[in-house]
């Protein structure tokens, strides 16, 4: 099987769209790969769930998932039978049973970690500081303003729904380490990398690697791809 036969699709985390992945699309694009970003609304762990699917219907052949952050949960539920391995992306990997909080707030959070409060309609906002400071400290100062100009906040039903069965107990998954990360504490995931088995790698990076680092998350899906490839 060859390398252009292996579709990968990409999940954006909280507080991100799809142009967070654009330079890992375009390097991957420029490979050959066929590379499309999932649009997560962020309204609902399930409705996250079937708006990954949709964009899973759209490709053909065996598939490459990645996810940032939060979307490490939504993948890990897309529907198994063309979904060939798992690429966490400082990402959050709930256990069957298990919400987002749990494995969020599983340890003391990093001292410049912003404060996340709901607001009135249950959406959880990311304060414009909490860029520079958590988010994507690494970025310059015009990534960052993109960052934050596009961000879209997240609901309260993405993050307190136990969570079924997860993909990464029965396929290969990779895992990128962020030493930097500031909003998902390395010690956390380090601890899912390890109970997921995972293929780890660890990078000096900040919480958004497709940004300010993007050689080291397409290194981790070129990885995953040949791994199914066999090329």
Not at 25 to 53: C, E, F, H, Y
Not at 79 to 107: C, H, I, N, Q, S
Not at 188 to 193: G, V, Y
Request: proline share 7%.
């Amino acid at each position: 099987m060859a390398t252009k036969d292996v579709s990968v699709v990409l999940a954006h985390g909280a507080w991100a769209d799809g142009s967070s992945w654009a330079r890992v699309i375009t390097a991957l694009k420029a490979n050959g790969v066929d590379v499309r970003a999932a649009a997560l609304p962020l309204t609902s762990l399930a409705d996250d769930v079937a708006a990954l699917n949709h964009s899973l219907d759209r490709t053909e052949g065996p598939i490459v998932l990645a996810g940032h952050a939060y979307a490490g949960a939504v993948t890990a539920l897309a529907r198994p039978e063309r979904v060939k391995a798992l690429v966490y992306v400082t990402a959050l990997a709930p256990d069957e049973g298990e919400t987002v909080a749990d494995v969020f707030y599983r340890v003391e959070p990093h001292p410049q970690a912003p404060k996340l409060v709901p607001d009135n309609n249950g959406l959880i906002w990311l304060p414009e500081t909490a860029f520079a400071a958590a988010f994507a400290q690494n970025a310059s100062a015009d990534e960052r303003a993109v960052l934050a100009a596009v961000q879209r906040p997240i609901s309260l039903n993405c993050i307190t729904v136990p969570v079924g069965r997860p993909l990464w107990k029965d396929i290969p998954s990779w895992f990128l380490v962020a030493e930097q990360d500031r909003m998902i504490v390395p010690a956390t995931q380090r601890f899912m990398a390890e109970r997921m088995k995972a293929k780890t790698t660890v990078h000096d990076v900040d919480h958004t690697p497709s940004v300010t680092a993007p050689v080291a998350v397409v290194d981790i899906v070129r990885d995953a791809i040949h791994s199914i490839s066999g090329g």
